[in-house]
T-cell receptor, first 115, second 115 residues
Framework: EAGVAQSPRYKIIEKRQSVAFWCNPISGHATLYWYQQILGQGPKLLIQFQNNGVVDDSQLPKDRFSAERLKGVDSTLKIQPAKLEDSAVYLC?????????????FGPGTRLLVL | AQSVTQLDSHVSVSEGTPVLLRCNYSSSYSPSLFWYVQHPNKGLQLLLKYTSAATLVKGINGFEAEFKKSETSFHLTKPSAHMSDAAEYFCVVIPAGAGAQKLVFGQGTRLTINP
């Protein structure tokens, strides 16, 4: 079974530029998550989708971050404009139905460096 | 807010000796607790989870954890460390009452195995 796919794996941009990350969850998984992991810290949930609807985006900095999952499968996370503090690994995860304590499967992440 | 505290940022053990990674949680209710492992340049992988069934939970690769409500602890152990166990380990909680499946990660413990 194929895992969660993410691209690109690495991205270097200058501050105030925009960047987009792509995630393809495990086939059949209804729930998709984006996490931000700053160096030396644990991942922090940015947004959770159930199919193509947003379940939780309370920690998403909405003035600069946006995410969509238009067809309920792939998802894109965008940052515009980027700040130095956005340097982090962006992790995508998926789970079958979003039930409590259901296992989340993580992708390898996209490492972003903002200069 | 419910959270987890990993008591050691770095643990170093010799190959073949026991491993103990400590985690305390704060919760008014019986939470769902997890341990995830993150190897360099790889995605997060679930080791084990506690969901109010048996208090001693067995996971993959010989790891286990014991839920102790009186001590609000969920320490991760392994009888004999292997070189391949070197990685970052995260204790994770789903706060009780959370409508979404919101994983709250600890700061992480880096495990080093000495030959």
């Amino acid at each position: 079974e194929a895992g969660v796919a993410q691209s690109p794996r690495y991205k270097i941009i200058e501050k105030r530029q925009s960047v987009a990350f792509w995630c393809n969850p495990i086939s059949g998984h209804a729930t998709l998550y984006w996490y931000q992991q700053i160096l030396g810290q644990g991942p922090k949930l940015l947004i959770q989708f159930q199919n193509n609807g947003v379940v939780d985006d309370s920690q998403l900095p909405k003035d600069r971050f946006s995410a969509e999952r238009l067809k309920g499968v792939d998802s894109t996370l965008k940052i515009q404009p980027a700040k130095l503090e956005d340097s982090a690994v962006y992790l995508c995860a998926s789970s079958l139905a979003g039930g409590r304590a259901e296992t989340q499967y993580f992708g390898p992440g996209t490492r972003l460096l903002v200069l | 807010a419910q959270s987890v505290t990993q008591l050691d940022s770095h643990v170093s053990v010799s190959e073949g000796t026991p491993v103990l990674l400590r985690c305390n949680y704060s919760s008014s209710y019986s939470p769902s607790l997890f341990w995830y492992v993150q190897h360099p340049n790889k995605g997060l992988q679930l080791l084990l989870k506690y969901t109010s069934a048996a208090t001693l939970v067995k996971g993959i690769n010989g790891f286990e954890a014991e839920f102790k409500k009186s001590e609000t602890s969920f320490h991760l152990t392994k009888p004999s460390a292997h070189m391949s166990d070197a990685a970052e380990y995260f204790c994770v909680v789903i706060p009780a009452g959370a409508g979404a499946q919101k994983l709250v990660f600890g700061q992480g413990t880096r495990l080093t195995i000495n030959p």
